[in-house]
Structure formats: structure tokens, C-alpha cells
């Protein structure tokens, strides 16, 4: 279980690393195939609550420290305010709340009702793209909602939907690799009572 549990954090760099070289969809309103996230919310229904919370703290500050933009002032002559972005470490509450949402339908991975999972992937993937949007709009003091961005938010969280079975594939591949049974870690056994 332990080299499972060592082996997601490279498994989960190489993903951001993967990420930055995967193209824009400009027909689906710029939308991205997010696959550190996708990644993140698969190895979170498949480890114990601390490790997921470990993970959800180094994707975190990865993420942040991918995104960061700091205080950067933009081009005079377009505009003299500066450019707002979320503070660094915030992303590791949106990752722990996501991680924790996923984490709770641990029992609809390891009862393999896996395309309920993937469908969830989806969701919680819209909802993080959404909080995270929702907190950059409410930071630029202004809370607009259109429809180009909701799409976006939309065929992103498709297209994670998408990538999870490949990546349950693949972590299933890692545990069957490490001798690691993650289908069958928490079931517990019914008792027979006997009258």
C-alpha cells in the first residue's frame, strides 16, 4: 500500500507536466482537457482520507505556484489597474474540498460502479472550475456571468469525464503493478449472525 500511495505524486507531476503540452479546443470555447485535475479527483476515491488530504495539499500549492501571477501590472496604455488573481494557497482549499467531495463515493469505486465515478469526476470538476472563476469575479469585484464561460466550464468538466476511465486505468495498472488492491481495500466484511 505504501509504494502505491509514494507513486501518485510523480504519477500527478508527470500529469501537469503532460497537461501544459495538450492544445486549447478553440471550437468548444477555448476549453481544456484537465488532466492533473481528472487525475487528482481518480487517486482521491482510491486512498485512505490522510493520503488523499497529503495529495490535495501538493496539488495545491502546485497548481498555485503553475498559475501564480502575483500583483502584475498591465500595460499602461491598455489599463492602469492591476491584474487581481486569487492568493497563493487557495487552491489547495479548492483541491481539499474536492478532493473530500470525491473522496466521499470511495464505496461507489471500490462497489465498481465506476461510470457513476466518472460522471462525478464531471461535476466535481465543474464545480472547481466554477468556485475558482466565482472567486476571481468576486475578487475583481464584479460577479458577471455569461454564456461563453459557463460552456467552457462545461466542455472542460466533458472532457474530464473522458479522461477519468483512462486514468482509473491506470492507477488500477499502478496497484495491480505495486501489489496493491484498491477495489477491495475498504470493504468490510457482513457479519453472520447467527439465531
Same mark, same amino acid.
Request: proline fraction near 2%; aromatic fraction near 16%.
Given at each position: 500500500?505504501?509504494?502505491?500511495?509514494?507513486?501518485?505524486?510523480?504519477?500527478?507531476?508527470?500529469?501537469?507536466?503532460?497537461?501544459?503540452?495538450?492544445?486549447?479546443?478553440?471550437?468548444?470555447?477555448?476549453?481544456?482537457v484537465f488532466l492533473?485535475?481528472?487525475?487528482?479527483?481518480c487517486t482521491s476515491v482510491t486512498v485512505p482520507f490522510p493520503v488523499m488530504f497529503l495529495l490535495a495539499l501538493g496539488c495545491g500549492f502546485i497548481w498555485d505556484?503553475?498559475?501564480y501571477v502575483g500583483e502584475m501590472t498591465i500595460d499602461p496604455s491598455v489599463s492602469r489597474e492591476?491584474? @487581481?488573481?486569487?492568493?497563493?494557497? !487557495? $487552491?489547495?482549499?479548492l483541491f481539499g474540498l /474536492?478532493?473530500?467531495?470525491?473522496?466521499?463515493?470511495?464505496?461507489l469505486f471500490i462497489q465498481k460502479k465506476w461510470i457513476l465515478v466518472c460522471l462525478?469526476?464531471?461535476i466535481s470538476t465543474y464545480i472547481f472550475m466554477?468556485?475558482?472563476?466565482?472567486?476571481?469575479e468576486v475578487l475583481r469585484g464584479s460577479f458577471?456571468?455569461?454564456?461563453?464561460? @459557463?460552456?467552457?466550464?462545461?466542455? !472542460? $468538466?466533458?472532457?474530464?469525464?473522458?479522461? /477519468?476511465p483512462l486514468a482509473f486505468a491506470a492507477l488500477l495498472g499502478m496497484a495491480r503493478i505495486f501489489d496493491h488492491s484498491i477495489v477491495e481495500a475498504n470493504r468490510r466484511k457482513t457479519p453472520s449472525w447467527s439465531t
Open positions: 500500500m505504501l509504494r502505491y500511495n509514494l507513486i501518485l505524486f510523480p504519477l500527478l507531476l508527470l500529469a501537469i507536466i503532460l497537461q501544459q503540452y495538450l492544445p486549447a479546443f478553440t471550437d468548444y470555447y477555448n476549453s481544456r492533473f485535475l481528472a487525475l487528482f479527483l505556484a503553475q498559475c492591476k491584474a @487581481l488573481s486569487l492568493r497563493f494557497g !487557495s $487552491s489547495i482549499l /474536492a478532493g473530500a467531495f470525491m473522496h466521499g463515493f470511495r464505496q462525478l469526476i464531471g466554477f468556485a475558482e472563476y466565482a472567486a476571481l458577471t456571468i455569461n454564456r461563453g464561460v @459557463l460552456l467552457q466550464i462545461a466542455y !472542460s $468538466s466533458l472532457f474530464s469525464i473522458g479522461v /477519468a
